[in-house]
């Protein structure tokens, strides 16, 4: 064998990676040098993972997800032209490179026959492995881009992707490095809101639609961040949930509404609060009896707490929420079932939730004045409301034409900007407690 063949073999099985028998990135390096120098004008770089590749390695052990991760490389492989690149990226990674294919729709289409090939589960050590992918997607131009720009842009749409959910497919553009670079730094500040006494609770209140009297509150979150501003909530919300600062937050509110239940109990007054909770949070370690320590500590009656979940969270996780909010009632402690009608959840499953409230959603009463056929459907979640001897509160509300039709239909209570914007708790105690308006004790002593 000639003997430059011989080292040139020597020199690819040294770039081969060890798990996939594949390229690695340091082979792609000398495909595409920082000079610019080689045979390919433009293409497509893709950064391909496998969703939540952390939990198929926990469930089923390191070395079989090696060997799902393998298998995800030869179907990748098999599915690609000849000229097509596959390589191992950083971390558990596959890269693809697509020759001269430069067009968005034709890029989608390959994913989207990606996302075909693995709707069929892995046979691994008789187990059959069902797995989702997450992929960024960058286009390349050898006169204007070199590898590690390119492979920096694919891994930001990556990030994208992910966030968008399973077998999703997210190309770069120009903002979304501005787009991540902000969730960064919000997750960097959000980790030190408390400590730097960033984080303040406001309070929005629920009011009876008959009396037009207060019966409760929710508690609902602020951060005003000394680099970034004011933050809203569905801006940091989600990431602090995709962060795991949830779990952190909902301890500071917790806490932080009841310290203001108990100042509000020692001026007399006794108002439930309502607090939204994560699904991570009451998933996580221990929160029912957390949330009961809290409560002695300030000597809370449990009534005067109220835990808000998503119809959408009920339906991602039933069985195991359920019997946690089930425990978490019997406790006294009150159950609200927030953004009704959006989660697409079961009937059935309504009638079996251990709930005290429903909240009807926003977006079906924006239009409850103009179009019947909104008013009908509303006016159907009430009724079943009542059959089922739940309290219904109209959330999102702003006119008084709303007010007055949900009156008319035998709407409990009403929460929205017509009655009052959230407030500070200073705010609230000198316009709504104590006066004639607030007197709405009765059931909540």
Not at 14 to 41: A, E, V
Not at 325 to 340: M, P
Request: net charge neutral.
């Amino acid at each position: 064998m000639n003997i430059c063949k011989l080292m040139s073999q020597c020199r690819e099985i040294q770039h081969n990676n060890k798990l996939t028998r594949f390229s690695d990135i340091s082979h792609l390096k000398r495909l595409f040098p920082s000079n610019g120098n080689n045979k390919y004008h433009e293409g497509t770089f893709l950064i391909i993972e496998i969703y939540d590749f952390s939990i198929i390695k926990n469930t089923y052990g390191y070395e079989i997800g090696q060997e799902v991760l393998k298998n995800a490389a030869y179907l990748l492989n098999s599915i690609v032209t000849i000229d097509s690149i596959v390589c191992r990226g950083t971390g558990d990674g596959i890269i693809v490179f697509l020759p001269r294919l430069s067009v968005w729709h034709q890029v989608n289409s390959f994913c989207e026959g990606v996302f075909s090939i693995f709707k069929k589960p892995l046979f691994i050590s008789g187990k059959s492995i069902y797995i989702d992918m997450s992929i960024g997607a960058a286009i390349y131009s050898n006169n204007a881009d070199s590898l590690t720009t390119v492979l920096k842009k694919a891994d930001l749409a990556l990030y994208k992707s992910k966030k968008d959910g399973v077998n999703k497919v997210a190309f770069y553009y120009e903002e979304l490095q501005e787009e991540v670079l902000r969730k960064i730094m919000i997750c960097n500040n959000l980790r030190s809101a408390a400590s730097k006494n960033e984080l303040e609770v406001y309070y929005q209140p629920q009011v009876e639609a008959k009396s037009g009297r207060v019966l409760k509150f929710e508690a609902l979150l602020r951060w005003k961040n000394e680099e970034l501003g004011n933050v809203p909530p569905s801006e940091f919300i989600p990431i602090s949930e995709e962060t795991g600062i949830i779990i952190e937050l909902g301890d500071w509110i917790i806490r932080t509404v009841c310290r203001q239940i108990k100042e509000w109990i020692i001026k007399g007054y006794y108002y439930t609060v309502a607090i939204n909770v994560s699904q991570k949070q009451i998933q996580g370690y221990r929160f029912l009896d957390n949330l009961k320590s809290i409560l002695r500590e300030f000597d809370i009656p449990p009534n005067l707490v109220e835990i808000e979940v998503t119809e959408s969270m009920m339906v991602s996780s039933y069985e195991s929420i359920a019997e946690i909010l089930q425990l978490t009632q019997s406790s006294g402690i009150k159950i609200a079932l927030d953004d009704f009608g959006t989660g697409y959840s079961s009937l059935s499953y309504l009638k079996r939730l251990p709930i005290d409230t429903i909240k009807i959603d926003k977006s079906f009463l924006d239009d409850i004045v103009f179009d019947s056929t909104s008013r009908e459907l509303v006016s159907g979640i009430i009724m079943l409301g009542k059959k089922l001897k739940l309290n219904v509160i109209a959330e999102g509300v702003e006119s008084k034409e709303q007010v007055d039709l949900l009156e008319r239909m035998g709407c409990n209570a009403i929460q929205g900007y017509y009655y009052s914007k959230p407030l500070p708790a200073k705010a609230i105690e000198s316009i709504y407690l104590g006066c004639e308006f607030a007197l709405g004790l009765e059931g909540v002593r």
